[in-house]
């Protein structure tokens, strides 16, 4: 592989880890507003954590994507 290839599979699986962790936010956002994961906290919590992953799915990749344009690593 040259080396360009191996700068993009590195990206690709940054990209694909950043949005597998905004998924599990959101599933974590979800159990907590359902009152089975932390029942003790508050339902804002939940919230918080469903809009932040649901904001991370789709926000993390156009980050990335102008970080990367940009040349800075």
Do not use: H
């Not at 290839?5 to 990206?11: E, F, V």
């Not at 979800?30 to 904001?55: C, D, Q, R």
């Amino acid at each position: 592989m040259s080396p360009s290839d191996d700068i993009a599979a590195k990206r690709f699986a940054l990209m694909n880890l950043a949005r597998f962790a905004s998924v599990a936010l959101v599933f974590v956002g979800i159990a907590n507003i359902a009152g089975k994961l932390l029942p003790e906290a508050k339902p804002f919590l939940g919230y918080a954590l469903f809009f932040a992953g649901v904001g991370g799915f789709y926000g993390l990749p156009i980050v990335l994507k102008r970080r990367w344009r940009t040349g800075d690593e």
